[in-house]
């Protein structure tokens, strides 16, 4: 069984300051692990993915997050904050059970407010 | 990556109808997901879709509720049966990318059951 626990249910940053989003995973294998954005009434948009290659993984617009297995975690973060960060994020973990590679189990997500 | 498109948008419906979304891709793609977002909730996979086969449903989701077609390769629909408020959701959609770890996924269709 695979699970997902973001660490805060709302970060709250000014901009121009570091972001700092906490996931931790479960799995029963070796997973591979996403984090996913949700701005307002718009769909999903995959941020990066790790995949068992580097453990530091580079993403769009800035964002970076580092799979730690030792601590079973994916930690997003980013230098500087945008007023266009303001969404809701989400870790998502895949393990490769036998087949089931597909399946997605979702974090409850983090709400990041960027302030002026 | 693929490009989805749902319909409707959105609706508003009354308890005890249905209301059948349809998922259209813009390639062809084996696995296409059904997830539900509930208000101020995280996402929940209802059930995998493969085309020529029976929908695989997830613990809490059943056929008579949540009715699935997959007629072919770039296309599903999903239908929320006898609804009631607690459906009220926003229902995605989603497919397997070629190298099969991620999904790319649907605008979402945003549903209000009255």
């Known amino acids: 069984a695979q699970s997902v626990t973001q660490l805060d249910s709302h970060v709250s940053v000014s901009e121009g300051t570091p972001v700092l989003l906490r996931c931790n995973y479960s799995s029963s294998y070796s997973p591979s692990l996403f984090w996913y954005v949700q701005h307002p009434n718009k769909g999903l948009q995959l941020l990066l993915k790790?995949?068992?290659?580097?453990?530091l993984v580079k993403g769009i617009n800035g964002f970076e997050a580092e799979f730690k297995k030792s601590e079973t975690s994916f930690h997003l973060t980013k230098p500087s904050a945008h007023m266009s960060d303001a969404a809701e994020y989400f870790c998502?973990?895949?393990?490769?059970?036998?087949?089931?590679?597909?399946?997605?189990?979702f974090g409850k997500g983090t709400l990041l407010t960027v302030n002026p | 990556s693929a490009v989805i498109s749902q319909k409707p948008s959105r609706d508003i419906c009354q308890r005890g109808t249905s209301l059948t979304i349809q998922c259209q891709v813009d390639s062809q793609v084996t696995m296409m997901f059904w997830y539900r977002q509930q208000p101020g909730q995280s996402l929940t996979l209802i059930a995998t879709a493969n085309q020529g086969s029976e929908a695989t449903y997830e613990s809490g989701f059943v056929i008579d509720k949540f009715p699935i077609s997959r007629p072919n390769l770039t296309f599903s629909t999903l239908t929320v049966s006898n609804m009631s408020p607690e459906d009220s959701s926003i229902y995605l959609c989603s497919v397997e990318s070629p190298g099969g770890y991620e999904q790319y996924f649907g605008p979402g269709t945003r549903l209000t059951v009255t």
């Open positions: 998502v973990v895949s393990d490769d059970s036998g087949g089931s590679n597909y399946k997605l189990t």
């Open positions: 790790y995949t068992s290659a580097a453990t």
